[in-house]
């Protein structure tokens, strides 16, 4: 049963536009999320995350965006860089469980010049 | 160093043999838990460590595997009887306290395959 699921596996953007990621999740206690950004043989790395509580976090060129009515989010980045081709993986903790992450799929996404 | 380190990077092993994976945490670091990223698949969740014990193990996919944590810094993640379903990247990250909402930095993983 996936709880988080990111349906596109990969995304292709020319550099300088936008690049939308989504991810979906079915469990309501849900209330924060996270993405996480990897490059090939590495770890995964913390990029921007967002609590219930907010429909919106920015962090430089990445925002996220949650929809708890849908559940729904997305990770937008702009403008799009080269330098920003990676695995994302967004991930989700449920409220009261510890510190157990439940991860989508990823989405891997290519920016070209 | 200041990051999550693992080791091996890669390890290749045969069915039916035991293999270890090391992960050291961030220094200070009071939380660890460990990953697993099989082909084409999102990160599944094995076990976390708040200090030396386990509060949630529920990941662990068989008795064939376990991990414990010494001094509340390095784990060690043990597969015995290895099959060719556990080749797969194994990653370890720590949070400086355990509970959400806390950041879970990762290490680079080892790469496990099992012939």
């Known amino acids: 049963d996936q709880q988080v699921k990111q349906n596109s596996p990969s995304l292709s953007v020319q550099e300088g536009r936008i690049s939308i990621l989504n991810c979906d999740y079915t469990n309501s206690m849900f209330d924060y999320f996270l993405w996480y950004k990897k490059y090939p043989a590495e770890g995964p790395t913390f990029l921007i995350s967002?609590?219930?509580?907010?429909d919106k976090n920015e962090d430089g060129r990445f925002t996220v965006f949650l929809n708890k009515s849908a559940k729904h989010l997305s990770l937008h980045i702009v403008p799009s860089q080269p330098g920003d081709s990676a695995v994302y993986f967004c991930a989700s903790y449920e409220y009261n469980q510890g510190g157990k992450l439940i991860f989508g799929q990823g989405t891997e996404l290519s920016v070209k010049p | 160093g200041a990051g999550v380190s693992q080791s091996p990077s890669n390890k290749v092993t045969e069915k039916g043999k035991d293999v270890e994976l090391r992960c050291d945490p961030i220094?200070?670091?009071?939380?660890l838990y460990w990953y697993r990223q099989s082909l084409g698949q999102g990160l599944e969740f094995l076990i976390y460590f708040q200090g030396n014990s386990a509060p949630d193990k529920s990941g662990l996919p068989s008795d064939r595997f376990s991990a414990e944590r010494t001094g509340g810094s390095v784990s060690t993640l043990t597969i015995q009887r290895t099959q060719q379903e556990d080749s797969a990247v194994y990653l370890c990250?720590?949070?400086?306290?355990?509970?959400?909402?806390?950041?879970?930095?990762f290490g680079p993983g080892t790469r496990l395959l099992v012939l």
């Open positions: 967002i609590s219930s509580i907010k």
């Open positions: 220094s200070g670091h009071t939380a």
């Open positions: 990250a720590s949070s400086l306290a355990p509970g959400y909402q806390e950041t879970q930095y």
